[in-house]
Each structure stands twice: as structure tokens, then as C-alpha cells.
Nanobody, 127 residues
């Protein structure tokens, strides 16, 4: 089992940037595909971005391309989500998620594909 703890959220003005972090513990981090999801009030949890075990493959939701960057540091057991040019509609709880994989370059985007979830970090963007 792997435990995930997100950090880095907060209140920011529109146009600002944030870097979210997700620290993993419990198992070999490099064996896991990592993903970021978000859930706004009254909405379904939606996919944001995912990164393969090795970090050589990333994928973004179409609406997230250009302003979101996912990365990972397997030596630090951490995955990151950099968000640029924040908009009020980015306001949500951001969750990281993990699923083990035997393939170093595979990524997954479906919420139900992930086995482990963090508690989330709140991002609030003011206009």
C-alpha cells in the first residue's frame, strides 16, 4: 500500500502560479503511475494530468494543456503539478492518485483506474 500526502494549495489571485506536491510513502514510488485530479464544488472529480512510472510519458486533459505541468522525482518519492495563469475556474480540491504498473511508460487517465488517493489540497483562485 502507498500513502499519499498533497501540499502546496492555497489562496491565489487570478494570473498567479502554484506548485502542488504529493509525497508518497510505503512502497516503491517508481512502480506507480501517478495522476492528478480535481473536484470543484458540486462537480464530479475530473482528470487533470498523469505521468508514467519513469516520467518519460505525460498526458493532460485537453482543457489543461498549456497551463499545467506534471513531473515527478522518483528519488524524492514526489510528484508535482505546476499550474500557471490560474483562473477562478481552477478553484477545486486537487488530489493525487497512484496505481501500480509493470510498464514503465504507460499512463492512465480514468479515475477508477487508480487505487490510492491522497486527502487533497484546496486551491482557491480569486478574481
Amino acid at each position: 500500500q502507498v500513502q499519499l500526502v498533497e501540499s502546496g494549495g492555497g489562496l491565489v489571485q487570478a494570473g498567479g502560479s502554484l506548485r502542488l506536491s504529493c509525497a508518497a510513502s510505503g512502497r516503491t514510488f517508481s512502480n506507480y503511475i501517478m495522476g492528478w485530479f480535481r473536484q470543484a464544488p458540486g462537480k464530479e472529480r475530473e482528470f487533470v494530468a498523469a505521468i508514467s512510472r519513469s516520467g518519460d510519458n505525460t498526458y493532460y486533459a485537453a482543457s489543461m494543456k498549456g497551463r499545467f505541468t506534471i513531473s515527478r522525482d522518483n528519488a524524492k518519492n514526489t510528484v508535482y503539478l505546476q499550474i500557471y495563469s490560474l483562473k477562478p475556474e481552477d478553484t477545486a480540491v486537487y488530489y493525487c492518485a497512484a496505481v501500480p504498473s509493470s510498464h514503465p511508460s504507460v499512463i492512465l487517465t480514468a479515475r477508477d483506474a487508480y487505487d490510492y488517493w491522497g486527502q487533497g489540497t484546496q486551491v482557491t483562485v480569486s478574481s
